[in-house]
């Protein structure tokens, strides 16, 4: 599977769009770009997930540049509650779970 | 609801002793995954499931054993073998289909097991 490359860590106001960058430039043609998030000392959350085309769901939006080789998760109003670590994942669909998580984006949400 | 439920929450154990971690979900899912996170790293896979009766290494299975007798349950012990167990401990499951498109990838995690070796 491909490897991402992410900020360590980042700030965002409470109340604005926090943009989580992620690189991904040796990603493949059939794999998939994964995002979840680790509030601290639980499980990781499923955020989204996309191929080729931009996803939007109730928790965030997901842009996929054309090349595929970098993507940027959006979290439109960002809350305390939102501070997290984000991990981006590249992995094939079926390839048995084994997504690796690396060291992710820590975002700080700030009143 | 359905979900995933890890016990205990916290442990503790003295060097040399087994210790065996729960791991039940109720999401019918076919596909279970053990995975160990050390402070301020990524996951690392131990062992995994893709049916009962049935499971395969990880990436770092060694001091490990797990077993699959029922689908909801797939208990880890983490054995005296293992040289740095203090650790927190994750399992997960997906459906596992595999079907390009299926969003096989989509794990749902339990809250995670806090191992202390004193």
């Known amino acids: 599977d491909a490897k991402t490359t992410q900020p360590p860590s980042m700030d965002c106001a409470e109340g604005r769009a926090a943009n989580l960058p992620c690189n991904h430039s040796?990603?493949?043609?059939?794999?998939?770009v994964y995002w979840y998030r680790q509030i601290h000392s639980q499980g990781p959350q499923y955020i989204i997930h996309?191929?080729?085309n931009n996803e939007t769901n109730e928790m965030a939006s997901l842009i996929i540049t054309e090349d595929r080789k970098s993507s940027t998760l959006i979290l439109p109003h960002a809350t305390l509650r939102d501070t997290a670590v984000y991990y981006c994942?590249?992995?094939?669909?079926?390839?048995?779970?084994?997504?690796?998580f690396g060291q992710g984006t820590t975002l700080q949400v700030k009143p | 609801d359905g979900g995933i439920t890890q016990s205990p929450k916290y442990l503790f154990r003295k060097e040399g002793q087994n210790v065996t971690l729960s791991c039940e979900q109720n999401?019918?899912?076919?596909?279970m995954y053990w995975y160990r996170q050390d402070p301020g790293q990524g996951l690392r896979l131990i062992y995994y499931?893709?049916?009962?009766?049935?499971?395969q290494k990880g990436d770092i299975a060694e001091g490990y054993s797990v077993s699959r007798e029922k689908k909801e349950s797939f208990p880890l012990t983490v054995t005296s073998a293992q040289k740095n167990p203090t650790a927190f401990y994750l399992c997960?499951?997906?459906?596992?289909?595999?079907?390009?498109?299926?969003?096989?990838?989509?794990?749902?995690f339990g809250a995670g097991s806090r191992l202390t070796v004193l």
């Open positions: 994942i590249v992995s094939r669909s079926g390839n048995t779970g084994k997504l690796i």
């Open positions: 040796t990603i493949s043609g059939n794999e998939y």
């Open positions: 996309g191929l080729k």
């Open positions: 999401l019918n899912h076919d596909a």
């Open positions: 499931s893709q049916i009962v009766n049935d499971f």
């Open positions: 997960a499951s997906n459906d596992g289909t595999g079907r390009i498109g299926s969003g096989a990838n989509v794990l749902t």
